[in-house]
């Protein structure tokens, strides 16, 4: 016996020698897998389950629990009344990830979460591995992918020219349009601006997103005579003037720069065609129809549903103001985006026939470019707040109810941070002696703030007296204006009638498809009998 173990002692050390490789394997996997600081020092996790953690038991129990759930689920293939899609802009999985944590710890899942189905939504344009949120809006609301930068036409228009969209052949048509051509009412909510590329998506029909008002039309060249910009088109294009509730911010698209004054700061729009476009969308409807502006909170809460018609809310210049900052600033006129969704539902209800209506958490997309991961997560965590209300109000027999998002973001959660940790702390140390970040990003402007090009080192954030700011840049590893977005594919919850064909892996155009075939709209396939 003692013979053949020292054979095997030669022979694995004969070949250690002449395969060093062998030996390197071993402490490359050991870097793979590296010892933790705190792996050995007694404690539980910080979670509510923490005792029960620790046993055989729970786990089992947990997942005997899931899997009696999943059993237990039965399609329901009832026509959707009502639709309501959900779009987190730039919502990608790692930033459902990080929410989860911030709101409540990584055992706890955000509110649609805990839909039953989920599927993976492939975001690239025509011409763009990595798209933005004007070419994703055109396919997850009208069905057809068209190129970067533009809205609701098909690929045959390139971005900024000036003649391409004025062919009407090239439109394409929103699901809210079908809803309505079918008798329900739609509607659109978002914390952007009204005229920014995703909610524009519902009812514009442009060469480049940034044409919001007349003024940017003409810096690109182009005649305001022949290129209506999309405010003008939310007043009186084919579909935005139908749309019963829009809800929002962007005022400033709407006035002129030199002969108006904003209701809230009195200054200056961003129109150079004297039009005051908010006058004109009030007097736009028929005799008798009762069309209401807000741009205030109170206004809004004020609203009767019974006795609207038509409301258009703005409530800033530009975009909805951060919640952080709504929170930590005292801004009570400010509306919440759950306020929004409850006042614009209390009104698309007053329709027997149902409705589609648009909501877009969409200062996620915000925080993450500017590298200001509390912003963006915390906007996740009110995105699904929204949500959670509308689940409750609505049944799931007649209202489907689709999240996702149009596109991801460079934002990384990684690291090995305890259970348990802030999000927005340190997960370790670098080899550097510098703590890392749990959250950091690919790219943008925290690259200045953490990285000391002419020294070559990294600051340690444990040392920034505003690393606990709202606002406060996360680490990135190169730098550019904006951080970008990424190409990976995002994730689709779904909640309702025909919910389970939200399953799998597909186009991001092909999901308002689904949504119509489940309310039986539109001009392709139906979920109604008689189609």
């Not at 990584?106 to 189905?117: A, D, I, R, V």
């Not at 000036?162 to 509607?187: F, L, V």
């Not at 009110?382 to 489907?400: G, M, N, P, Q, V």
Request: charged share 25%; hydrophobic share 35%.
């Amino acid at each position: 016996m003692y013979r053949t173990v020292g054979i095997l002692l030669i022979v694995t050390i004969a070949l250690s020698v002449a395969h060093p490789s062998l030996s390197d394997d071993y402490d490359s996997d050991k870097r793979h897998h590296p010892r933790l600081p705190d792996e050995n020092k007694p404690g539980l996790p910080k979670s509510k389950n923490a005792e029960q953690e620790q046993t055989i038991e729970y786990w089992r129990n947990q997942a005997k629990a899931t899997v009696e759930k999943l059993l237990a689920k039965k399609e329901n293939t009832n026509v959707a009344k009502n639709v309501i899609m959900f779009l987190g802009d730039g919502m990608s999985i790692s930033t459902v990830a990080m929410a989860r944590v911030y709101a409540g710890g990584e055992e706890k899942p955000l509110s649609f979460e805990e839909f039953p189905y989920v599927g993976m939504s492939k975001t690239y344009c025509v011409n763009y591995q990595v798209a933005d949120s004007a070419c994703t809006a055109t396919a997850y609301l009208t069905g057809v992918k068209g190129n970067y930068e533009t809205i609701g036409v098909n690929a045959h228009v390139p971005v900024r020219d000036c003649n391409a969209a004025r062919n009407r052949t090239t439109h394409t048509s929103s699901i809210g349009q079908w809803a309505m051509d079918a008798g329900k009412d739609a509607g659109i909510v978002t914390t952007t601006r009204v005229t920014h590329a995703s909610p524009s998506g519902m009812y514009a029909h442009i060469a480049f997103r940034d044409w919001e008002d007349d003024y940017w039309v003409q810096m690109d060249g182009c005649s305001p005579n022949e290129v209506d910009d999309i405010a003008e088109q939310l007043v009186y294009g084919e579909t935005a003037p139908r749309l019963r509730v829009i809800l929002g911010g962007g005022r400033r698209e709407f006035m002129d720069r030199e002969i108006h004054q904003d209701y809230e700061t009195g200054q200056g729009g961003f129109r150079s065609d004297g039009r005051h476009l908010i006058n004109e969308w009030l007097k736009n409807g028929p005799v008798g129809q009762n069309r209401t502006f807000v741009w205030k909170r109170s206004d809004l809460m004020a609203v009767d549903p019974h006795r609207t018609d038509r409301l258009l809310g703005m409530f800033e210049p530009s975009h909805c103001v951060y919640n952080l900052d709504r929170v930590h600033k005292n801004l009570d006129e400010e509306p919440t985006l759950s306020e929004m969704v409850d006042k614009a539902t209390d009104i698309l209800s007053t329709n027997p026939e149902g409705f589609f209506l648009f909501v877009e958490g969409g200062r996620i997309d915000h925080g993450h470019h500017d590298n200001q991961a509390r912003y963006a997560i915390d906007e996740t965590v009110e995105f699904a707040k929204a949500i959670e209300l509308a689940r409750k109000k609505f049944s799931e027999e007649d209202t489907l109810i689709v999240v996702t998002s149009d596109h991801s973001h460079s934002v990384s959660f990684s690291g090995y941070p305890s259970r348990g940790q802030d999000i927005f702390g340190p997960a370790g140390t670098g080899k550097d002696g510098i703590p890392y970040m749990t959250i950091s990003y690919a790219n943008g402007l925290g690259f200045y703030k953490h990285v000391d090009e002419a020294k070559g080192t990294r600051a340690n954030v444990r040392e920034m007296v505003d690393a606990g700011a709202d606002n406060f840049p996360f680490p990135a590893m190169l730098p550019v204006d904006l951080e970008t977005h990424g190409g990976e594919d995002v994730a689709v919850y779904a909640s309702g009638p025909w919910a389970h064909l939200f399953t799998g892996s597909y186009e991001q155009n092909v999901i308002p498809h689904m949504m119509a075939y489940a309310a039986c709209i539109g001009n392709g396939l139906k979920a109604c009998p008689e189609n």
